[in-house]
């Protein structure tokens, strides 16, 4: 078999989603496969590299930013004659080949980049996947959702869409921190939990509506600040701001909380939702996108564009219990679902791929 050659160009980057999905997939693979049929590229500058015993990491190239991609990955690629495999969203523009495009935000929702650097970005993820479109290479995406977005914006073949969950097993490696319970002056029970910056897509503004509307409950929001030119919001006297905290304060935090608040507007698949509900956690979701899909009745749903609610009284509402979405998805099963289809396309015949999600 020769070998594929994954685009490491996002663990030089802040930890994000993608990140995690490429992270925890890596380390899946690492555990089966045989030494010498898969390698990850990352720049020399990496700090956010997992540790693999038999997917070679190699470290090349020094250009900066997104240039790596398109100047180092491709060098390395024609140089030892390897297929490439990108995790986000990307491939380099001389060199296509096998990518996940995790949802096309980019073409459907402009209205989301604010600042200059987000709408550069808008319009080179649109040519990468306006490219990636009149291939013939296999496509991955993370929901039916995203799948059907591609088919009907890019006419894409359906049997090239390959759909590949995320998962939540991740959380049981992580330890928990209650000290964050103690610095925020919270206790178990008492405060609603939401994870996400001040964008557009996140949608945090329904999070400070809702708590304007339910002044007697508590709120507490981490994650990023408000990107450039986001509009800015009154925050209510009930919502603590934490910025970006620990995996192991924000899995304590889940643990702990009343509700976890998920109003995004937007997703290819919404991994922290998941997240909460393998901590215990009731979830109160976004009716948006793909959210029906992956939560189906284990979650209390909301209209994204309407804050107006009683949240007590939707808690009271019935909801599935979590292990029908819970055992739906794993680490596992979505790298031998990978694992089964770089087979294929190294064998250079590319088959519809059984999706079992």
């Known amino acids: 078999m020769d070998q594929i050659a994954f685009n490491g160009y996002l663990f030089a980057q802040r930890q994000t989603g993608t990140m995690r999905y490429a992270r925890e997939i890596l380390m899946e693979l690492d555990c089966f496969v045989e030494q010498g049929i898969f390698s990850l590229i990352v720049p020399e500058y990496a700090e956010h590299v997992p540790i693999l015993k038999n997917i070679d990491v190699v470290r090349y190239g020094s250009t900066k930013g997104n240039f790596w991609e398109q100047i180092d990955y491709p060098k390395y690629l024609k140089k030892k004659r390897c297929e490439g495999f990108g995790f986000n969203n990307t491939f380099p523009v001389l060199h296509p080949g096998m990518l996940i495009i995790h949802d096309i935000a980019y073409k459907l929702h402009p209205e989301f980049a604010l600042s200059v650097h987000a709408k550069l970005s808008d319009i080179y993820h649109r040519v990468i996947f306006r490219i990636a ?3 013939e290479f296999p496509i991955v995406t993370v929901s039916y959702f995203s799948k059907y977005q591609l088919i009907d914006w890019y006419h894409i073949k359906p049997e090239r869409i390959i759909v590949i969950g995320s ?7 992580i330890s928990e921190d209650s000290q964050i319970l103690i610095d925020l002056g919270i206790t178990q029970g008492e405060y609603y939990f939401t994870l996400g910056s001040l964008s557009v897509m996140k949608n945090t503004k329904w999070v400070l509506e809702a708590a304007a509307k339910n002044p007697a409950e508590k709120f507490v929001i981490t994650g990023g600040e408000a990107p450039a030119g986001a509009p800015s919001f ?10 970006y905290i620990s995996d192991e304060q924000i899995k304590t935090l889940m643990q702990n909380c009343k509700a976890f608040i998920y109003p995004s ?3 290819g698949f919404g991994l922290p939702p998941l997240e909460a509900l393998s901590q215990g956690a009731q979830v109160i979701c976004s009716n948006a996108a793909c959210l029906t899909e992956v939560y189906g009745n284990s979650v209390h749903y909301i209209d994204p ?9 939707l808690l009271a509402q019935h909801v599935d219990t979590p292990e029908t979405v819970l055992n739906k ?3 596992e099963k979505s790298a031998r679902m990978l694992y089964d289809l770089l087979k294929c396309s190294l064998g250079k015949s590319v088959k519809k791929q059984k999706n079992i999600y």
Do not use: C, E, M
């Not at 998962?167 to 490696?173: E, G, N």
């Not at 009154?234 to 910025?243: D, E, K, L, Q």
């Open 133 to 135: 479109a009149k291939k």
């Open 167 to 173: 998962a939540w097993q991740h959380f049981l490696r």
């Open 234 to 243: 009154a925050i209510p006297s009930n919502v603590v701001f934490t910025g």
């Open 265 to 267: 507007l937007y997703d």
């Open 305 to 313: 564009y309407d804050a107006d609610v009683d949240l007590n009284s």
């Open 329 to 331: 998805y794993s680490w």
